[in-house]
C-alpha cells in the first residue's frame, strides 16, 4: 500500500497591514545611515573643537595682560590689550623678532627645496624603476629616524665647532635637509607609485629622456603629493626647536628659539609667551591654507581605487 504525504500547508499572500509593516521596517532601516552621519558629523564637531579649545585659548590669553593671564582661575572677561604684541614686536624691549623671522624662512624654505630635489629622484628609482633590494633601501631610509636627536646633538655640535659651523644658517639647512629627507622619500614613493606606467612608456617611446619625463610627466601628474610633502616638510623645519637651539646663537637664531627667549625665572611672561605663538604659528596657518585642495588630494592619494 501507498501512503499519501499530507498536503503542504498553503501561504496566504501577505495582507495590506503586514505590506506596510514591511515598509515601514525598510524606510527606517533606510534612514538610519542618514542617522548614524549626522551623530558622526556631530561627533566630529566636537572632536575638533576640543582640540581648538587651546588653540583659541592661546589667542584669547595673548590679548590680555601679563596680570590678566596669570590669575588663577583665569580670567575670560578680562580686558584686552595689544601690550603682548607690542612687546613681541620689539616696542618696549628694542628686540626686532625680524631677524629670527627671516632666518626660519630661509632655513625652511631652502631645506624644502633640497629635499624635494633629491627625495623626487630617490622616489622614481624606488617606485617605478625600482632598484635591486630596493626594501632594504626603504628601511635604512627608516633606521635613520629611529635614533633621537638628543642622541646625535653633542656629536654634531662637536663637528659644527671643529668645522666652524656653529651659528650658521646654511650647516642649520643642511641639518634640515637630512632630517626630512628619509620622510620626504617614503612619502614621495608612495605618491609616485600611483603614476600611470603607460604613460611614461609612451613618453619612452617618443624619446624623452629622464629629466624630461620628471618635469613634465611625474611632476604634473604627482603634484598634489608633492604639495604635501613639501608642506610637511616645511612645517617639520619651521617648529624644529633642539637643533636650532645648540647649533645657532644670536647671527642664526630661529624664531622657536626666539620665542623661547620670552620664557624667564623671573616676572610674568605667558601673555607674551602667547603673543609670540600665534605670531609664529602664522606662516605655517597661511602654508596650510594655501596648499589645502593639494594637501587633501597628496595625503588621499592612492586611498581609493
Known amino acids: 500500500m501507498s501512503t499519501l504525504s499530507p498536503a503542504a500547508p498553503r501561504k496566504t499572500p501577505p495582507g495590506p497591514t503586514a505590506l506596510n ?9 533606510r534612514m538610519d545611515p542618514t542617522r548614524n552621519n549626522t551623530a558622526a558629523g556631530i561627533a566630529a564637531w566636537l572632536l575638533a573643537l576640543l582640540f581648538a579649545t587651546p588653540v583659541l585659548w592661546m589667542i584669547l590669553t595673548s590679548f590680555h595682560s601679563e596680570t590678566d593671564a596669570a590669575t588663577n582661575p583665569p580670567s575670560i572677561a578680562a580686558d584686552l590689550t595689544l601690550d ?6 620689539g616696542a618696549s ?35 617605478i624603476r625600482p632598484v635591486k633590494k630596493w626594501t632594504d633601501v626603504m628601511f635604512f631610509f627608516l633606521s635613520t629616524k629611529m635614533m633621537p636627536v638628543v642622541a646625535a646633538i653633542l656629536p654634531l655640535y662637536l663637528f ?5 659651523a656653529l651659528d650658521n644658517i646654511w650647516f642649520l639647512i643642511l641639518m634640515y635637509t637630512s ?11 608612495s ?3 600611483e603614476v600611470p606606467e603607460e604613460m611614461l612608456e609612451a613618453a619612452q617611446i617618443d624619446g624623452a629622456n629622464l629629466l624630461l619625463i620628471l618635469r613634465k610627466i611625474i611632476a604634473p601628474v604627482a603634484m598634489p603629493g608633492i604639495a604635501a610633502t613639501a608642506l610637511i616638510c616645511f612645517i617639520f623645519s619651521w ?11 644670536v647671527v642664526a637664531g630661529t624664531a622657536p628659539v626666539f620665542l623661547t627667549g620670552f620664557v624667564s625665572s623671573q616676572g610674568l611672561f605667558l601673555a607674551k609667551v602667547c603673543a609670540a605663538a600665534v605670531i609664529i604659528s602664522l606662516p605655517v596657518l597661511f602654508a596650510g591654507f594655501a596648499a589645502q585642495d593639494k594637501l587633501v588630494q597628496g595625503l588621499s592619494l592612492g586611498a581609493v581605487k
Open 239 to 249: 617648529n624644529e626647536l633642539l637643533l636650532a637651539r645648540v647649533l645657532t646663537g
Open 191 to 193: 605618491f609616485l607609485a
Open 93 to 127: 624691549s628694542g628686540i626686532s623678532p625680524w631677524p629670527p623671522l627671516i632666518n626660519s624662512a630661509t632655513a625652511s624654505i631652502i631645506s624644502t627645496l633640497l629635499v624635494l630635489a633629491l627625495a623626487i629622484p630617490a622616489a622614481y628609482a624606488l617606485s
Open 179 to 189: 632630517m626630512n629627507l628619509p620622510i620626504a622619500v617614503w612619502m614621495m614613493r
Open 160 to 164: 659644527a665647532k671643529t668645522a666652524g
Open 84 to 89: 603682548a604684541y607690542k612687546e613681541f614686536f
Open 21 to 29: 509593516t514591511v515598509s515601514r521596517r525598510r524606510g527606517k532601516s
